[in-house]
Every structure is written in C-alpha cells, then in structure tokens.
C-alpha cells in the first residue's frame, strides 16, 4: 500500500503538470491568437503602407525552373518573372512587343531575325541580351533535360545565334507560322550555365530568383504560398501592386470563404467558381463576380479505332463507333441545352466548332445543314439506318451480336464529367444504348492506350491555335503503340492534315485563319471531337482591394491565366487598402471576448481542480 | 482519426477492450512476472526487433501495394507530348523503372536503408525533401491537438467514472459519443462555415485554411499567425478524437473500482474520494497510457482530411495528390511514414508501459 | 450420418429451448439500457425507411433527366430538403442512400468480422506455428494505418461500392480477430470441450458446435460497433472521391455538395441531412453495440 501511495501521489503530480501543459496549449492557440489577430496586418501597414495582392491557388507547382515546369500555375509565374520574346495584346489577342521589339523573316520564310530591346534588365543589375535568348534556345535544343516542356517550339530550329547583343537570329527547317508565338521564358545566362543538370535543378533554393518580368520571386514555400515583389524598373513600368502572393486553399470552398472575408483579393477557383459560388459571391457589395467567356472546349471525344502511326491498332474502341452516322447520331441525342442550363448554370456558351468565340479570328460556327442539332428522334433514325437496331429488351445490338455498352472516360476530379456523365446515361439509354461511367483520378494511361470508347475532353485554346490544332493529324500518332504521341484523340484524316500542313505555312493571318476554320469545319463533320460547350471563366475579386484590373480580351475577358501578365500588372489598388478587411474590426473585437471567455473558462476549471485538491488535503 | 475505417475502439474499449489496448498490457505482463529488473532489457530488445520487423514488412508492402495502381507513370509525366521510344526509355533508366521487379525492389530496399526513398516523379525533387518539408506542419497540428484531446479525454473520463450514472456522466459520455460519431471533414465544413466565413451577425473570427497568411510575419506576430490558423483544424481533431480517451479512461477506472485492494482501502477507513484519488485513478490511467500513444500514431496518419479540408499543407495533401498521378516514389515514402509513426508509437507504449505500472516491484 | 440424426434430435431439441430462454434474458437485460433502446428504435426507423425507399420515393428518384426542381433549389412545401445540383429532390435522396449506406456498412462489417473470425478462431483452436504466423500478419495489419490503406486500396480498385465494401472490410478485420481468439482461448480450456475432442469430435466440430455459439456474442456486438465505423468509413471515401458517382449514397451527396460548392454558398440545406443521417446511423450502431457489450460483461455497464 506504501509504494502504491507514492505512486499514486506522483502520477497525481505528472497529471496535473500535463494538465497544465494542456491548458497552456489551449490558451496559445484559441486564446491568445484571437485577440491578437490583427497583429499581422497592423504590421504589414506599418511597412511604408505596401500594397499587397493575395490570390488564392490550389495547383502545387510542380517545378519553379522554366525547362520543367508545365502546369497553369507555375507557367503563370514564370509569365511575371521572365521576359518572353513576344506578349499577346490583352485588347485582341494581337502579337505586341516582348523581350523583342521587332521581328522580320527573310523571303524563304526560314529566318527569322528579332530585335532585343536594350531597356530591359534583370533584376541583378545585369543587361538582358540576345545572348541571353539564343543561350536558352539553344540550351534547350542540345539538353534532352531542358527541352522538358517546351521542346516543342525549338523542334524545328535549325540554328539559333545572336550576332551582336540587340539581334537574335533563328533558321528554320521548314517555314513555321508560329514564330510570334514563342512562348518560352527567356532565362539569364550569366546565372542559368552554372547549373549542371536541368532535368533535376528546380529553382527554387536561391532567392529573389533572378528575373527580368514585372515580377521577382522572392519566397515560395510549397503548398503554402509564392510572394513576388513588384519590379520596379521593369521596362513595361512597375506594377501598381507592392507585392503579388499565391496563397494555397486546396479547398476551393476554404478560398472563396477567405475571398468573402477578405483573407485574399482574387479567386479564380480550378478551372472556375461553381455556379453556386459564383451566385452567392454575387450579392456581396464588395465583390465582383467575373463571368467571361472562357478560351476552353468542353468536348466529347469518340475513339476513332486508335492505331499507331506504323498502322498497327491500339487499343478497343467499340468498332460501331468508326461509322460516322453512329457518331454524329450519338451527338444528336446529347441536349446541349440542358448541359448549359443545368450543369453549368448558363456559365457557359454553347458549343459549335472548334475554337471558342472568345478567339473572334478563328471562329467558326457550323452552317444550319451541317448543324448536328439535339433530335434524338433523328438519332434512333440514323442508328437504325447504320444497322443497329433494338433487340427485344430495347437495347441496341452490335455487329457481334452483343448489346453496345459504351465506356465513357472521365476525371473523378471534375464535376461536370460526371454530372454530364449521369445525363448521357439516361439520354443514350433512351436511344437504347448502355453506357459505362469510368471516372478516374488519372485518365492518361488507358487515354494513350486506346482503351476507352468516348471520353470528356477539353483543351484550354492559345492566341496561336497551332497546338491544339496539331494534335489531331496524323503526325501526332505514336510511332508505335509503345511509344507516347501528342495525339489527344488518335484522329488521323488526310484532308484535315493537308489544310494543317497550308496554313503552318501560311504568313498571311487572314489566309491562314481561313484554312483554319476550314479544319474545324471537316473536325466537326468528322464526329470525333464533338464540343459540347465553351465553359465561361468565373472567378472573382473584392472591389475594395482591387481597384480595376485589366481583363483579356478587354471587353469580356478572364483575369487569371492569361496569356502575358497583363492582369497582375495592370492591377490597381483600390483607396481602402491592403488585404486588411472592412469586417476585421468587429471580428477582432468578437475574438477578443471569445478568447477571453475560453481563458476565463480555463481558469475557472483549473481553480475548481485546485480547490478539490486543497480539500483532499484537509 | 476516429471518424475513418479505423477499429470500433469506442465500443470495444468499454467492453473487452480493443486489440492494442488491452494487449499492451497483457504482453507487459512479462517482466512484471517476479523476474525482476533483468527482464527489462531482454523485453525491450524483443519489442524492437519486433517493431524493426513490421517496419521491414511495410517497407515490402509499401513497395509492392502502390505497384498495382493501374497507370504507367512514365506515361504521366510525358502525357500530351511526342515522346519516342528512346525517350521513354531514357526517362524509364532514370527512375530505374527499366530494371526487372526484383531488382528495383532490392534497390529501393538499399537505398531505403540510407536514407534515400527515391525522386518524386511529379515535384522532380527527392521524397525525403518532400517530405520533411510537410512533416513538420502535420506533427504541429497533430501534436496541438493530441494534447489537448488527451488532457480533456482524461480530465472528463476520471470525471465521469467518479460521478458514475449521474447527469454529468450521462452528459459527457452521451456528447463524446455524438462528436465520435460525426464525420470530421463534415465538421470542419461547418465549422468554416460558422466560424471562418461567418453566419448571420457572427463574423469569421478564424482563417478558413492554410498555416499562415504569408504576410512576411516574423517572430512572435508570425507564431500568432499560425496559432490562429490552428485554432479550428485543431478544434475538429479534438472534437472528434477526444471521446476515445474519455471512453477508455471511464471504462478503466470503473475497472479498477470494482477491484478488492479497493474495498480493502476502503475498510481501512480511508475516505472514498481519497482512495479514488490515490488508487483508482493512477491505476487506471494504465490502459489510458497505451492508448495515448496508439493514438498519437494513428493521429498522424488519420489527419489526412482535416488537411484536405482546412488546407493544411501536410503530409496528408501530400498523400491525396502522389496518389493520384500515381508518384509511386512519394506514395511510398509517405506510407512508410504512416505506418512507421504507428509502429513506433506502439513500441514506445509497450517499453513505457512497465515503466509506469506501480505494480512493478522496481 | 443419417443414423447419427435421430438420437441427436432431442440434445438439439434442448439446446434450442436453453438458447431462446438466453435470448430472451438478453434481450430483458438489454431492454434496461435506455441508450441501447434508443439506438436500436433509430436503426429500425432508418432500416424501415431504406426498405420502403422504392414506395416512398419511387426508384426514378435518382433520375437526372426527370429531375423536378430546379437545381440547388431552396427548401419549399414542394421540395422540403431542396433540390441538389441536377434539381433532384435532396430528401428523397437522403431517404434512398439510406439504402446504399446501409448496405455498405452491413456487407463491409459483415467481410470484415467474417475474416476476422475465421482468422480468430482457428488462430485460437489450431495453436502452434500457425497461430503465430497469423496472430503475427494480424499484429502487423493492425498497425496498418487504416484510412490510409483504405484510400489506397480504393485507389488500387475500379470505382464501385464493391471496392468500397473490399477496402473497409480489408483493413479492419485484426481487432476481431484478436477478441475473437482471446474468446477462443478461453473457451477451449472449459471440460466440455475436452469431452467433446475425447468422445472423437474433429476440428470442424469443435470450432463450429462448441466454440463458434460462444464466441457470437461478443461477434454481435463487434459487428454492430464495426458496422458504425464502416458507414463513417464509406462517407470518408466517398467524400474523398474515391465513391462510384453514379451511386446515391451519403458520401457521395456530401462530395456532391462540396463539388457544387455548397459550403461557401451557405447551401445548408445540401449539407446538413446527409451529415446528419450519417452520424445518426453512426451514433444509434455505437449505442447498440455498447449496450450488447455492457450485458455480456455487465461489470462494466452504466449501473455499477
């Protein structure tokens, strides 16, 4: 009984000592950070009043060097940090001055040869040359390491150099109609040859990251936050913003929450806000909702019998589907209508050909014969036609006899797949034909092999449409089925690589757009990629942080992704200040009596433990 | 995380005790058996040769589990590019993805053991980089809320046994088991509706996600800052979590009432709650010691949506996104941590728990 | 063996009469714990309203194509829980993934304490190298972290409620199989069954006539108290994304919630039922499971 005493006693002693340790813990985190929450932003006042623009983010980035990265957000930062040859006028679209104020090519079409401009320097005081350029060209045509994500746009060059600091000539292989479409970030030579392997160097040890963009990196802490400093001498002119911060919120209800409370100025939401978040944001006097038309197709891809580019077949794809009536009919039956009006809540346009009408020189609508309109009457007609007709359980049988079930591929991580998803169900099921949901977190593996009969597709369109053009001809195939293509839907038609191969060639805009819509035109009668709609850019910003901003195209336009940096750059603070909110007040004044209360509680408990014990005592 | 698959502890451990709990005293009983101090040692070498043969276990599990995740993470990271077959090969090379099976499986094993657990394929930057760079986040906030969830579980537990079927037991049990039963992401949803965006006259007193406002703070104002953002992850953690300890200190102390030496005490002419005090409670906290630290492992592991939903950025984002590239390298890594945090905590449950058992003649 | 019927008949007999006379003293005893009653009154509603589900709501209630409102609908005399994002009504679909929540929580705590027993009893009854393989994959699956394999094996599988079911009844099985050895162990030192292996009984008979009705009790309860778990479990990956989409369930409604942003649009009316119902379910198996364990082990029980 002895020992048991002592050690009840000192167990007695280690409870109330972790006990305390509780207490303390609480006190920290719910009492003492509340009232002092205003702290932060008393002291970010106090630096010289600096105005700061938070953006919320989702996307991690998944390598800060410019050889690597190929996701929205990394590419956007490297768009503020790094000088490109040419920009995107944010009115039209239209190629403006970059890094090169002038660009020529010779009579062959196979020089090209830009003028550097000589006010541009990077952020450690040296000159951003010619030299600078032709290094990254080339250092990205000899390294495997740094052609990672935008080999692409140097596989056609034969040569590049920089005859004096102000000059950079390109040769050619074959003439390109996309060399005022470079979208490469020129890299500062002088602090890039030091490094030794660009297949594993990421940037992101040594800050401010040398730059010569109307922004500077200056911190990136993953998933966390990426903080820019405005560039002061930036040739362009210096931002109106202090400083531009990336703040995460994987949770994009957490994001348009913090936007509401005014934690951040601006959210974009990936790849929009949903229609119930955009509705609610709305009847905020301080906030602005965004809805513009926005530069992505939202289509339904149909396997056309996937082969590689040496003619051996890849894949199954339901053999029924390489009958165009089939799929034109399949299309007919889907109601565009209710996928604008219902899943996407009139956020969005409906679709027609292939590049959306926010790209004016490049739009092409279908003529009213062409039209494959909703009829699901003339649908089950063309079906029959093409000599699939209903069995006696309503189903529609295939040439082998079995009924057609088809497997639709779609990313579990986007809504609208599978809420379109649910609606093809029950329209093609009308038609009498299955369908198969196979929503996955990641659809590349059975996308390249083939493996699917219909799939949710959609691309985000650039200026220069060359991209997403190209990756339906033929040369896009794999060469083999073990190898990768840049294909996206295995298409591969003559007529439609022939009018590719015109306008590449074409240095004529208005002939080349020409040719362009022609290719859309024969893509839509083709039936493989059918677009559904032109989902709209909703995103929003407080109109007390953010005074105007500059939206592209101008007129109706999206502010996050844009091509060029216009809209961080343009962005003006509004007079009420910085990221401090208008409700910040009465919140800290709640919080102090919150906090108070949870201390005071403490303290009530922990005197109440005392008490008992003194008693014990006794 | 009790609001995933983990066991039924709350029931079980008012009953005959969950697995773990009541194991851990069963297999301490070892050295307790009049062998004396020599025991110790030789208990706590078999202890840990156990653990380093689960760890060894989940380092084979982790590396053949992840295999079976359908997608060629080759074809990933060139996904939407002309890739030819020799850069495919090259990239194949140089994640070792070329090697036969068994000979990535005992490279991985090497370099696993110094250290190493291979490069990230989507982040292009070793997992071990990766990883510590989120640990520290994650073991903040589960080490906030594991204490404060174990002091409440305890302090109330001890409670509500003393005051056995009386209002405040009935009270504290009956609430403990409604917030085990609430799904935690679903209570952290409503909490950031309530208490971060605001409802009606109530203003959002707390940041709806994230570990700091990335405003540049230092020093002190940056520790406040990341308190704040703690406050509500942690209440939800704690909401959900601390029923357990409650449930499990109550059940045991119960236990250990109904017990002879009590009665005995009791008869000696101590005073009920003096006895209480000095025997009951120290005893009973036994059990609740093995499931402090079972718990702090699985906490751990567990947090992976209360980080989704507050946007924590820690190991169980992490895990959410190298899950669905497949990272197999990162997946595999952080399923190590996991699963190492839990065996180590149950280790050091079962080598602390003779230790602090009174009967131990030491 | 059909002459081994005939005088077994009336043993049988007996050993009917003695096990409804223990159900019915289980049942008086279980009566007197208010919360069990409770619980098991909220289990009976929700499984009565799952049954009725296809007359109550009608099986086209999932239907997007003939959805009636207008989507994200506000609560109205029409649509009294609203209409989710298709304009489906909420509480008809509350009331029809009682169904597939139900299902998956009862078939993935059936899996899991099926496995369990199987691996408990024999672990028990055949000792030996055996019992310490098993016992030793068992220990080691229960420092598993359990979510995190889950989502892993959901992730390893096609997107169905069968994976679900797999994925949750996989990894949760050690503790059973711990109790139910324990039991087990237990069990096979009383006399009778060393009479019964005396007078010739094999392994089969001894596990499944003697040890196997001694241990169900404490398996009822385990279940009930797994079953809870499992439905929190399926809400968890459903919420994670890991679910079928096409399949109604409580999980799935709250992940659908979320997607169309509900929480920051103060949509409350999409995300409070389906929440609620889970942690009702969640809340009435954890008070039954409670209440069975406090009779077969009253020493424990409120009423000390």
Redesign the interface.
Known sequence: METNDQHGGRTRGRARLVLAAGAAALTLCAGLATPLNPAPQEARAADDDSKVLTVAVAQSVDSLSPFLAVRLLSTSIHRLTYEYLTNYDPEDNHVVPGLATAWKSSPDKLTWTYTIRSDSKWSDGEQATAEDAAWTFNTMMSDPGAATANGSFVANFEKVTAPSPTELVIKLKKPQATMTALDVPIVPRHVWEKVDDYAKFNNDKDFPIVGNGPFVLTEYKADSHVRLKANKDFWRGAPKFDELVFRYYKDQDAAVSALRKGEVSFVAGSPSLTPAQAESLKNDKNIRVNDAPGRRFYALATNPGAKAKNGEKMGDGHPSLLDQRVRNALFMAVDRKTVIDKVFQGHAVEGAGYIPPRFSQYFWEPSADQELAYDPAEAARLLDEAGYEKNGDGKRVGKDGKPIDYRVLCHATDPNDKAIGQYLEEWWGDLGIGVTLNCLDNVTDPWLAGEYDLAFDGWSVNPDPDFVLSIHTCAALPATPEETGATDNFICDKKYDELYARQLAEYDAAERADIVKQMESRLYDLGYMNVMAYPNAVEAYRTDHIESITTMPAKAGNIYGQDGYWSWWSAVPADSGDSGDGSSSTGVVVGIVAGAAVVVGLGVFVAMRRRATADDRE | MTSDATSASVGASTGAAAGPVKDGPAAARGPRGGRGATAYPRYVAGKVAGAAVSLLAVLVTSFFLFRLIPGDPVKFMTGGRQVSAEQLAVYREQFGLDLPLWQQFTDYCGKALTGDLGTSYQFNAPVVDKITEALPNTLLLTGTAFVLYTVLGIVLGTRSAWRNGGFGDRFHTGLALTLYSLPSFWLGLLLIVTLSVGIGPLPGLFPTGGMESGGGEEGFAYAVDVAHHLVLPVVTLVAVEYGQTLLVTRSALLDEMGSDYLTTARAKGLRDDLVRRRHAVPNALLPTVTLIFINLGRTVAGVILVETVFSWPGLGGLFYQALSVPDLPLVQGLFFVFAAAVIVMNTLADLIYPLFDPRVGR | MTTEKIPAARPRGLAWQRRRASAARFWRQYRAHR?GVLGLATLVLFVLLALAAPLLVGSDVD???G?PGS??ERPSAELPFGAD???RDLLGLVIWGARVSLLVGLLAAVLSVAIGMVIGVTAGHFRGWYATVIMRIT??F???????L???LA??M??SLLTIVV??GV??W??TA??VR??TLAVETRPYIERARALGGGHWHIMSRHVLPNVMP?VL??T???I???I??E??LA???LGD??VVSW?GL?Q?A???????????WY??PP?IA???V??AF??C??AV??V??P??G???
Do not use: C, K, Y
Request: proline share 4%.
């Open positions: 919360a239907d997007v194509t959805a989507p994200l994002r298709f304009g220990d080691w229960l420092v598993m972290p359990t979510l995190v889950a989502i892993a992730t390893v096609s997107r994925a949750i990894t949760t050690p503790t711990r109790l324990a039991q404490l309860a385990q009930t108290l797994i809870s778990s499992a929190l479990a809400a968890t919420f994670l994304g989409p096409t999980g709250l659908d979320r997607e169309a942003g509900a929480v920051s649009a103060g949509h409350w995300l409070v929440g889970i942690a009702l969640a809340l954890t008070l499971g409670r364990e406090s077969l082990n020493r424990l409120v009423a000390r």
